[in-house]
């Protein structure tokens, strides 16, 4: 709903008319709001005018050769010496060393949509970015022929053993979102305060969920999405 000429004002009025859409009361809705205007502030300094007007919500379904991986990449930019850039914006609250961590996490979804935007746009240059919009940190990760196809190979493997029950649990790590996560005492982690939990579900904006592995009898990796052209 954004135009190219949208100001921090603009953006705020319309944030505030959809939680108004949603049955959120006022008081609530001008706190909501407050939460997200400096993600929607980045956001609007980085991706200005054109800039924003990119591919955007591009969804895949895509052949591995047996495996099908499905995702929806954020936005898709095809750059003047042809190569592409995927975007994929995060709501995250990290800073420092977690931004590095956070990357780390998400290198399995940054593969599947490397793979998936080099074969759309025929390219065998490709690069991934993360932007993290709350500190308005930006990694990325190139991929050349070489890349793309080790990543590709990577992607099969791994939708193979999930389709057989194969994966091997990685040893638990706490992280930041354990502190706001309802399950953490399952993993052996105590949530540091409850009422600070309980707060900031019905006033913040919850840390972004990782791209979770699902499990089919028909060896279908899903990264996050369901529409999309096969690839």
């Known amino acids: 709903r954004c135009g190219r000429e949208t100001d921090l004002a603009q953006a705020r009025a319309l944030v505030l008319e959809e939680l108004r859409f949603r049955g959120v009361r006022r008081g609530r809705a001008e706190a909501v ?24 919500e591009v969804g895949f379904l895509m052949d591995l050769g047996g495996p099908v991986v499905s995702g929806v990449m954020d936005r898709v930019d095809v750059q003047a010496d042809g190569s592409v850039l995927v975007v994929d914006l995060k709501t995250n609250r990290v800073r420092g060393q977690a931004v590095d961590e956070a990357m780390a996490r998400y290198g399995v979804q940054l593969d599947a949509y490397a793979v998936a935007a080099g074969r759309v746009h025929g390219t065998d240059c490709v690069t991934a970015r993360l932007h993290f919009l709350y500190p308005d940190e930006v990694r990325e990760r190139s991929y050349g ?16 053993r999930a389709a057989r029950h194969d994966l091997r649990n990685t040893p638990i790590q706490r992280i930041a979102e354990c502190d706001r996560c309802y399950f953490a005492p399952l993993c052996g982690f105590a949530v540091q305060d409850r009422r600070d939990v309980c707060e ?19 060896e279908y990796l899903d990264l996050g999405g369901l529409e999309g052209g096969w690839l």
Do not use: N, W
């Open 145 to 160: 022929p070489d890349e793309l196809r080790e990543a590709a190979e990577k992607l099969k493997e791994l939708a193979v």
């Open 33 to 56: 709001a407050d939460e997200l205007m400096p993600m929607i502030d980045t956001f609007l300094l980085r991706y200005p005018g054109l800039a924003r007007e990119g591919d955007k």
């Open 200 to 218: 900031a579900c019905e006033t913040r904006v919850d840390d972004e969920v990782l791209p979770v592995v699902s499990l089919s009898d028909d």
